[in-house]
């Protein structure tokens, strides 16, 4: 077999393999769902009802506050895998309900965000988004209080510059991510956040054939393989770790 053959074989087992594994934590989190409640008292403070601690705050004060935000199609359940990590470090996980599974425009869903750090009167916190959620938080950071209340993200496999394969969808929640939609050109053009952005990216991304590369962020390609397979892989939680610990 020739090297473009091999090259071929191992990208089609890898995309086979990816949505594999977005099959069963999708399955996974509609059947066992847990209460995100649960992520926002990590250091074993008592939660109450509202999700915060009995102090007012939330988790270890000296852990930074996360706020996890999904793909398209995708809700919290989906990001389980990190907010369990991060939880057991130390960090209060935040979760917006109101985002549901994702599908509404990228400006609605980002002051979504910016309501909810506001309700929760949440500073320093850092996001930590795959896919569309990546476009999410940038345009948070782009907000008067998202810029005030956020320090900083992590975007996994980020559409950042969108993808060719949005052309060929006829339904407005991906068609949001073609290379030539007018809101993603403006979001790319506001680079000044980019700065406080760390880009990761799989070695091979079947839904952004163009890549994540966001100039002027930190980016970082792992190894792994795959659109969604990166959010379950231990190199990927390092890496938002060293984010999370650095200045």
Same mark, same amino acid.
């Not at 050109?185 to 991304?205: C, E, G, K, M």
């Given at each position: 077999m020739s090297g473009r053959g091999r090259r071929w074989l191992t990208q089609a087992r890898a995309w086979a393999a990816d949505y594999a594994y977005v099959g069963y934590w999708q399955v996974h989190g509609f059947l066992f769902r847990k209460d995100p409640s649960a992520y926002l008292a990590p250091s074993g403070g008592a939660s109450t009802g509202d999700g915060?601690?009995?102090?007012?705050?939330?988790?270890?004060?000296?852990?930074?506050?996360?706020?996890?935000?999904?793909?398209?199609?995708?809700?919290?359940?989906?990001?389980?895998?990190?907010?369990?990590?991060?939880?057991?470090?130390g960090h209060p996980v935040h979760t917006v309900a109101p985002l549901g599974y994702n599908r509404g425009r990228i400006e609605k869903m980002a002051a979504l965000?910016?309501?909810?750090?506001?309700?929760?009167?949440?500073?320093?916190?850092?996001?930590?988004?795959?896919? &569309?959620?990546?476009?999410?938080? &940038?345009?948070?950071?782009?907000?008067?209080?998202?810029?005030?209340?956020?320090? &900083?993200?992590?975007?996994?496999?980020?559409?950042?510059?969108?993808?060719?394969?949005?052309?060929?969808f006829v339904l407005p929640s991906i068609r949001a991510f073609a290379p030539r939609n007018r809101f993603l050109?403006?979001?790319?053009?506001?680079?000044?956040?980019?700065?406080?952005?760390?880009?990761?990216?799989?070695?091979?991304?079947?839904?952004i054939p163009g890549g994540s590369y966001l100039p002027g962020a930190r980016n970082i390609q792992l190894e792994t393989m795959g659109h969604f397979r990166p959010i379950g892989d231990r190199r990927l939680l390092a890496v938002v770790e060293q984010e999370l610990d650095g200045p």
């Open positions: 915060s601690t009995g102090d007012g705050s939330s988790g270890d004060a000296g852990r930074a506050p996360v706020i996890l935000i999904p793909g398209v199609y995708e809700n919290w359940q989906f990001l389980r895998p990190l907010a369990e990590a991060l939880s057991a470090r965000v910016e309501q909810y750090l506001m309700q929760q009167d949440l500073a320093g916190a850092v996001v930590v988004a795959h896919s &569309k959620g990546g476009l999410i938080g &940038k345009q948070l950071m782009l907000l008067p209080e998202g810029s005030r209340r956020v320090e &900083k993200m992590v975007a996994v496999n980020t559409p950042f510059s969108g993808s060719v394969y949005a052309n060929f050109r403006r979001l790319q053009r506001s680079s000044d956040v980019n700065a406080r952005i760390t880009s990761v990216y799989s070695r091979f991304d079947p839904h």
